[in-house]
C-alpha cells in the first residue's frame, strides 16, 4: 500500500516507517523540514519525502494515490492558550488534504482518556478523535498510556528519576494507575490495523498486562538497575510544582514537564480492548519493556529519541535558514591546531562530543553552564545524545542542536539551545593543507543589544580558556588513536 505518514520526524513516526518498509509498503514521509529529518539513509533513500506545515494551508500538497495515512502530529511546543486552536486546524487541514487522495483509511494515536481531570493536551487528542471521525474517510483510532521504548519521553524521564535520586520525594499522583505498552507492541498496533474493515471508524485502548501505579513503575525499573531507591509521597506538590520538579530533575523541558504531570493526575487504564477480539495478541509486561530499552541503549541501536523532536525546545523548524553562519555583527572565538595523522580518527573524536563523552576540557563549567540554563528555563545538559558515536542533522546534543554533520567535507556544525542574550553557533571543520590538516574550532556569537555584548566579554576569559582547552583536548585525544 502507499501510505504517508505525517509527524514522520517525531519520536513514533521514525520507528514505525521502516518497519513499514519491511512489509513491503510505499512510504511518504511528511516533514516540515526534509534537513532535520534525521534517519538513517539506507531507510531515507527507499522512501519519498513531501515537505509542508499543516498548520499553513497553502503549503500543502499530497500525491494523489495515497491510500492509508497516519496522522502523528502534535503541538507540544504551542503555548497551552494557542495550542488546541492550533491542533484544530491542523487536523482540518489534513482532512482538506487527503479529501484530494484516494485515502481509505486513517490511523490515528491518541491518549487514553480518564473519565474525570482530563488535561487540556488530552482533551485536545479526544477533540482531533472526533473531527477525524467526522471525516468520510475511515478513522481508526489507537488508545495508549505510557509508551516504554529506548528514547520514549516517559522512560527517560523514569530513568532520570531512578539513576539520579535515591530517595525521591514525589507528589501523591505518584499513586495512581497505569497500563504502560511498549513502544514495539505499539508500533505493532499501529501496522496490523492497516487496511482492516473491523478496524474502520472505530477506537481501541490499546495497553500492556500490567496495571501499575507509577511509584510501583519507579522501583521496578530500580530493581532491574540494581539500584536501592526509597520514594516518600507528599500531599502538598501541586501539578505545577510537580511540574518544576520534574524540569530540574530530569531531562524535559518545562511544557512538557507541565503536559505530562497534567496528563498523570488520573488514572490511565484501558476500558476497550476490543482489539483483542481481531488480533489475539501478547503484549510485553512492563519489566520486559524496559529491559528490552536498555538493551537498545547499551547496543546503541536507538532509533529515535524524544528530545530529538523540536517540541524539546524552542528551536524554529527550519534548519536551513541557520546553516549559514552570518559574518556581520557577530563575535567570535576561532582556534586553529595542526593534526598530522589519519583525519578520519579526528573526524570520529569530534562526532562524538558531548553527551557521556564530555565536552573533552573543562566539563565542570559545561555542567555549571547546564545547571544555571535550566534556572533560567532553558533546556540545560540533561538531553545528552541519541548515539555516542554518531550524528545527524537534527539531533539535539546536550544544550546544542545538531545543524550539520558532513563527513565528507568533515564539517560539523551545532546551534544553541540555550538561553542566551543572542544567537550562538559552534563549528568544526577539518581544513587539508600541504603536509598536514588542521582543525579549524569557531565559536560565533550574535548578540542582542547591549545585554549580548556584556554577556561576550564579561565572559571573554572563561571562553579563552574553555575553547583553548577543548580544541588542545580534542588534538591530543585524536592523536592517541
Known amino acids: 500500500m502507499k501510505i504517508l505518514v505525517t509527524g514522520a520526524n517525531g ?57 492509508v495515512a497516519y496522522f502523528l502530529v502534535h503541538s507540544l511546543r504551542i503555548p497551552d492558550e494557542k495550542f ?10 489534513f ?13 490515528y494515536l491518541s491518549g487514553l482518556i480518564p473519565e474525570k481531570d482530563i488535561s487540556k493536551h488530552l482533551s485536545s487528542r479526544h477533540n482531533i478523535e472526533k473531527i477525524l471521525n467526522s471525516s468520510k474517510i475511515p478513522t481508526t483510532t489507537l488508545r ?60 481501541f485502548d490499546i495497553g500492556g498486562p500490567d496495571i501499575f501505579t507509577y511509584k510501583k513503575m519507579l522501583l521496578t525499573l530500580a530493581k532491574i538497575r540494581n539500584l536501592k531507591r526509597k520514594i516518600i509521597t507528599v500531599p502538598f506538590l501541586t501539578p505545577r510544582l510537580s511540574s518544576y520538579w520534574l524540569y530540574f530533575v530530569t531531562s524535559v523541558n518545562f511544557s512538557l514537564a507541565k503536559w505530562l504531570v ?14 483483542q477480539n481481531i488480533f489475539s495478541k501478547k503484549c510485553l509486561t512492563f519489566e520486559q ?13 536507538v532509533i529515535s529519541k524524544w528530545s530529538d523532536s523540536f517540541s524539546s525546545s524552542n528551536f524554529p523548524t527550519n534548519l536551513n535558514d541557520y546553516i549559514q553562519v552570518p559574518t556581520h555583527g557577530c563575535l567570535k572565538d576561532t582556534r586553529v591546531e595542526k593534526f598530522f595523522k589519519d583525519p578520519e580518527n579526528l573526524r570520529k573524536i569530534i562526532w562524538k562530543i558531548g553527551g557521556k563523552h564530555g565536552w573533552y576540557s573543562m566539563d565542570y ?6 545547571f544555571i540554563d535550566k534556572l533560567l528555563g532553558g533546556v540545560g545538559l540533561r538531553r545528552g545524545r541519541k548515539n555516542p558515536d554518531e550524528l545527524e542533522p537534527g539531533d539535539s546534543l546536550d544544550f546544542w542542536r545538531v545543524l550539520l554533520a558532513d563527513k565528507q567535507t568533515r564539517r560539523l556544525l551545532l546551534y544553541a539551545e540555550m538561553k542566551l542574550p543572542g544567537e550562538a553557533w559552534l563549528e568544526f571543520k577539518i581544513v587539508p593543507q600541504m603536509d598536514h590538516y588542521e582543525l579549524h574550532q569557531t565559536a560565533t556569537f550574535r548578540p542582542k543589544g547591549v545585554l549580548g555584548r556584556f554577556y561576550w566579554y564579561f565572559l571573554f576569559l572563561f571562553h579563552h580558556f574553555l575553547f583553548s582547552r577543548m580544541s588542545n583536548a580534542i588534538i591530543k585525544k585524536a592523536n592517541s588513536q
Open 289 to 301: 519493556a524496559v529491559k528490552k530499552a536498555f538493551s537498545k541503549i547499551e547496543e546503541n541501536a
Open 365 to 370: 563549567l559545561w555542567r555549571f553552564r547546564g
Open 11 to 67: 519520536y513514533i513516526g521514525k520507528r514505525l516507517i521502516p518497519v513499514l518498509l519491511e512489509k513491503g509498503h510505499d512510504v511518504y514521509a511528511f516533514v516540515r523540514d526534509k534537513a532535520r529529518f534525521s534517519i538513517p539513509y539506507q531507510i531515507k533513500s527507499k522512501i519519498k519525502i513531501i515537505v509542508g506545515d499543516l498548520s499553513k494551508k497553502s503549503q500543502l500538497a499530497i500525491p494523489q494515490e495515497i491510500e
Open 144 to 203: 495508549a498510556s505510557i509508551i516504554i521504548g529506548s528514547g520514549s519521553a516517559s522512560f527517560e524521564i523514569m530513568r532520570d528519576l531512578v539513576e539520579k535520586l535515591p530517595i525521591m520525594i514525589a507528589p501523591k499522583w505518584i499513586l495512581k494507575k497505569s497500563q504502560p505498552i511498549s513502544i514495539y507492541d505499539t508500533i505493532d498496533y499501529l501496522t496490523l490495523v492497516i487496511g482492516k474493515e473491523e478496524c474502520f471508524k472505530k477506537g
Open 84 to 93: 488546541i486552536k492550533m491542533e484544530e486546524e491542523m487536523t482540518n487541514n
Open 95 to 107: 482532512l482538506e488534504l487527503l479529501s484530494q487522495t484516494n485515502t481509505k483509511q486513517i490511523i
Open 262 to 275: 497534567d496528563s498523570l493526575i488520573a488514572d490511565s487504564i484501558c476500558k476497550n480492548q476490543s482489539i
